[in-house]
Antibody, heavy 117, light 110 residues
Framework: EVHLVESGGGLVQPGGSLRLSCVASGFTFSNSWMHWVRQGQGKGLVWVSRIYGDGRDTTYADSVKGRFTISRDNAKNTLYLQMNSLRAEDTGVYYC??????????WGQGTLVSVSS | QSALTQPPSVSASPGQSVTISCTGTSSDVGGYNRVSWYQQPPGTAPKLMIYEVSNRPSGVPDRFSGSKSGNTAFLTISGLQAEDEADYYCGSYTSSNTRVFGGGTKLTVL
């Protein structure tokens, strides 16, 4: 069974940084594209970033380009999202998800990021 | 990377059918057969219901079906059940090799 567990969320001031982690199990992590998705309180889903299995190819939403960095450690079955220069609009629950058929197939339960002074 | 357009809400009675639309552009929905649909009951993570326009993952009831015409995709739920009440989101691959979601549709089972 696929299992994704996010962590690293919390309260941070505008301009601050956080690193999110997503530990994966139940599938061959190194072969899997992975995504991060954000959801503001009471709002819709916003795609954030994607990384190929070998970590060499990454893509970002325009709203986070230059501020966020997606990475992975296949030896630890862990996906990361380094978030710098955080803004109030970055607030929300961050989900990691696997890729399948160009969709987001399996989702974690999310970790909450709050950007506020 | 504008969000795909969905109706904010739809409603129907148990046993009836309902269809949710998702409109994009030729750079996303219309350009690829890579549209997906997600179900999100309150307080839970999204769940994949349809991928590549019309394919159901294992375990998803065949009451759920997907289709596409031009730049608009559709999710149809037939034989509505109370447990289907949730927010539904469409998603698409884009020509920029990114993904984009719709704004979400709240389904109310009357």
């Amino acid at each position: 069974e696929v299992h994704l567990v996010e962590s690293g969320g919390g309260l941070v001031q505008p301009g601050g940084s956080l690193r999110l982690s997503c530990v994966a199990s139940g599938f061959t992590f190194s072969n899997s594209w992975m995504h991060w998705v954000r959801q503001g309180q009471g709002k819709g889903l916003v795609w954030v970033s994607r990384i190929y299995g070998d970590g060499r190819d990454t893509t970002y939403a325009d709203s986070v380009k230059g501020r966020f960095t997606i990475s992975r450690d296949n030896a630890k079955n862990t996906l990361y999202l380094q978030m710098n220069s955080l803004r109030a609009e970055d607030t929300g629950v961050y989900y990691c998800a696997t890729d399948g058929g160009y969709s987001l197939y399996h989702w974690g339960q999310g970790t909450l990021v709050s950007v506020s002074s | 990377q504008s969000a795909l357009t969905q109706p904010p809400s739809v409603s129907a009675s148990p046993g009836q059918s309902v269809t949710i639309s998702c409109t994009g552009t030729s750079s996303d929905v219309g350009g690829y057969n890579r549209v997906s649909w997600y179900q999100q009951p309150p307080g839970t993570a999204p769940k994949l219901m349809i991928y590549e326009v019309s394919n159901r993952p294992s375990g998803v009831p065949d009451r759920f079906s997907g289709s596409k015409s031009g730049n608009t995709a559709f999710l149809t739920i037939s034989g509505l059940q109370a447990e289907d009440e949730a927010d539904y989101y469409c998603g698409s691959y884009t020509s920029s090799n990114t993904r984009v979601f719709g704004g979400g549709t709240k389904l109310t089972v009357l």
